[in-house]
């Protein structure tokens, strides 16, 4: 990922630049095609010719944020980001101690509990083991304290005059949505976006209807799946607690 650097540097020099979803570009679907730069510098070019002469569905065309609005996305992004860090931390300790038929309820308490643990056969864990151990133990306290700390972030943020804020405050006010969904929906949706239905914010997560309906097969492949994973899985939760 190369970030939309490049994109504004053309912009800031008077150069008009459209940052396309490379997914969206048509492919030959034959066995064997040939590629190479010319001919995909060349396959571009004919597209944008066409996009140019106001063919706008020959691909899709990336919304860029502006700079404030995507340096926002990163406490959250930062917050998830340690959370998969958190349970790989945790799963990781369980998992050694596992291998020596040990089970350990509350991680927290490790170094309590670290010399009354006894391996399967009742004998103590080696020497090495438990320093390895207490050493992902102590990564795993660094883990909590940054998410902490990045959690008060996000409140400061929450309280500035900015129009991400706005939305996030105006956003937790409806049913289900806390802190943390109200700012993860504000600063990658609907902080910076504009939408004209319904369907545009659904397909930005990937949750419309991919159809499949040729001669006589009718039939729904399911949701499209596009956009980011992390933001589609936290619409679905949020859409559970609604049924709820």
């Not at 959370?83 to 291998?99: P, V």
């Not at 600063?187 to 990937?206: M, P, S």
Request: net charge positive; with cysteine; aromatic share 4%.
């Amino acid at each position: 990922m190369e970030g939309f650097w490049l994109h504004r540097a053309l912009e800031e020099r008077g150069i008009e630049n459209v940052v396309v979803d490379s997914a969206s570009i048509e492919v030959k679907r034959g066995r064997r095609t040939a590629k190479t730069d010319r001919l995909d510098l060349g396959a571009l070019t004919r597209k944008l010719v066409r996009y140019s002469s106001g063919e706008r569905k020959v691909w899709s065309v990336v919304r860029v944020p502006p700079p404030e609005a995507e340096d926002l996305r990163q406490n959250d992004r930062e917050l998830l980001r340690l959370g998969d860090e958190k349970t790989a931390a945790t799963n990781g300790i369980r998992g050694l101690l596992k291998t020596q038929g040990i089970r350990l309820s509350r991680v927290r308490e490790l170094p309590k509990q670290l010399s009354k643990l006894r391996k399967w056969d009742g004998g103590e864990i080696g020497s090495e083991l438990g320093a390895r151990l207490l050493r992902m133990w102590e990564r795993l306290q660094v883990i909590e304290k940054q998410m902490q700390e990045v959690k008060k972030r996000r409140e400061e943020l929450r309280e500035q005059d900015t129009p991400v804020a706005e939305k996030a405050r105006q956003l937790q006010e409806v049913c289900s949505l806390g802190e943390t969904m109200s700012w993860r929906l504000a600063t990658e949706i609907f902080g910076w976006r504009t939408f004209q239905n319904r369907r545009q914010v659904g397909a930005l997560v990937g949750l419309v209807g991919v159809p499949h309906d040729s001669g006589e097969s009718h039939r729904e492949q399911g949701i499209s799946k596009t956009g980011r994973t992390r933001l589609r899985a936290s619409l679905i939760e949020l859409a559970w607690l609604w049924l709820r």
